[in-house]
Nanobody
Framework: QVQLVESGGGLVQAGGSLRLSCTAS????????MAWFRQAPGKEREFVAR????????YYADSVKGRFTISRDNAKNTVYLQMYSLKPEDTAVFYC???????????????WGQGTQVTVSA
């Protein structure tokens, strides 16, 4: 059974930092893309960043470019999202996802974690 388990969310003041973790289990993800999405209240789930499990190429949404960094530790089967200079508009539930296609679309990711809340206060 494939599982993606996120952790690291919490409450932080604007300008602060958080690091999210996503630990994967249940299958090999070689060749897969691991991504972070987020969903704010009343809004659609949106792409944040992705990394290729093999090779490590990355891609970011414009809204987080320069502030967020996605990385992975293959030995630990874990993907990270380091977030700096957080803004109140970053407040959302952050989801880890995995899929075999190079995509920013929710529907192209077939494995999802349960989500972790990130709240940024002004």
């Amino acid at each position: 059974q494939v599982q993606l388990v996120e952790s690291g969310g919490g409450l932080v003041q604007a300008g602060g930092s958080l690091r999210l973790s996503c630990t994967a289990s249940g299958r090999t993800f070689n060749g897969y893309y691991m991504a972070w999405f987020r969903q704010a209240p009343g809004k659609e789930r949106e792409f944040v960043a992705r990394i290729r499990w093999t090779g490590g190429s990355t891609y970011y949404a414009d809204s987080v470019k320069g502030r967020f960094t996605i990385s992975r530790d293959n030995a630990k089967n874990t993907v990270y999202l380091q977030m700096y200079s957080l803004k109140p508009e970053d407040t959302a539930v952050f989801y880890c996802a995995a899929g075999p296609w190079l995509s920013t679309l929710v529907n192209n990711y077939n494995y999802w974690g349960q989500g972790t809340q990130v709240t940024v206060s002004a």
